[in-house]
């Protein structure tokens, strides 16, 4: 199977959500994200609409569970989801609260290992408890504030391979990445490419990027595509 392209809705209304999500359909891209802002904004209306617009993509609720995990993965799942993303940082219970729930609804389960203290045994420790897929990930406020403060910006890429080997199931990088760098991951054996802010996404204002966004999705998308990356059964 070839590497996957994932776009993340980060956008606080359904309609340009809905616009950004159909012109990156047709410039290629494979799987849809229901950002966290978008979530916040619109909520499970946001995921209904994505699904009746786009009735057969997966579709990634990214949630950040932290708690109640079995409800809010079966809402989001009832909605049209097909992924839903936890915190490594959740207690456990939680965790195996939303595994529970993606195998009662048929939903696949991300987790996300942002602010772990070791990132890679937090990515571990998401797989033994049964999560589908690792989101390695670097947060938005962390990665800036540093940056901000003259320090070097923290990447995901920094201990990518890390995580890739520590792993058996499909990781991600997320978080700041240039466009060039999240190109590439497929090369670090993380076959699940995200582009969000601010590679489509205004990072600052929450709205599309400038310009002609849907060729340059075409290009990302069939630069990613060309890729061989050994991609596990879970997809």
């Not at 996957?4 to 359904?14: A, E, F, H, P, W």
């Not at 079966?74 to 915190?87: D, R, Y």
């Not at 929450?206 to 060729?215: I, P, V």
């Not at 998308?221 to 990356?229: I, L, P």
């Amino acid at each position: 199977m070839r590497p996957i392209v994932q776009i993340s809705l980060d956008l606080t209304n359904i309609d340009e959500a809905l616009e950004t999500a159909a012109l990156a359909m047709r410039a290629g891209v494979d799987w849809l994200e229901a950002g966290t802002p978008l979530i916040l904004a619109e909520g499970l209306h946001g995921v209904r609409a994505l699904r009746a617009a786009f009735p057969e993509t997966p579709i990634v609720a990214d949630l950040k569970t932290m708690d109640g995990g079995y409800l809010e993965a079966e809402m989001m799942a009832k909605a049209g989801a097909t992924h839903v993303v936890v915190m490594a940082r959740a207690h456990a219970e939680t965790v195996r609260c939303v595994v529970k729930a993606g195998a009662d609804f048929g939903c696949q389960v991300m987790g996300d290992n942002m602010v772990c203290d070791d990132m890679v045994a937090g990515a571990k420790w998401l797989e033994d408890l049964g999560c589908d897929f690792v989101i390695h990930h670097i947060g938005y406020d962390e990665r800036r504030g540093i940056a901000a403060r003259g320090n070097p910006m923290p990447s995901p890429l920094d201990q990518l391979r890390e995580v890739v080997d520590a792993v058996k199931i499909p990781v991600q990088a997320v978080g700041g990445l240039s466009l060039e760098q999240a190109i590439a991951c497929p090369k670090y054996g993380a076959p699940l490419v995200v582009l969000g802010a601010p590679l489509t996404i205004d990072a600052d204002a929450f709205r599309t990027a400038d310009g002609d966004l849907e060729s340059s999705l075409r290009l990302i998308c069939e630069a990613v595509h060309a890729q061989d990356c050994p991609i596990r059964d879970s997809l």
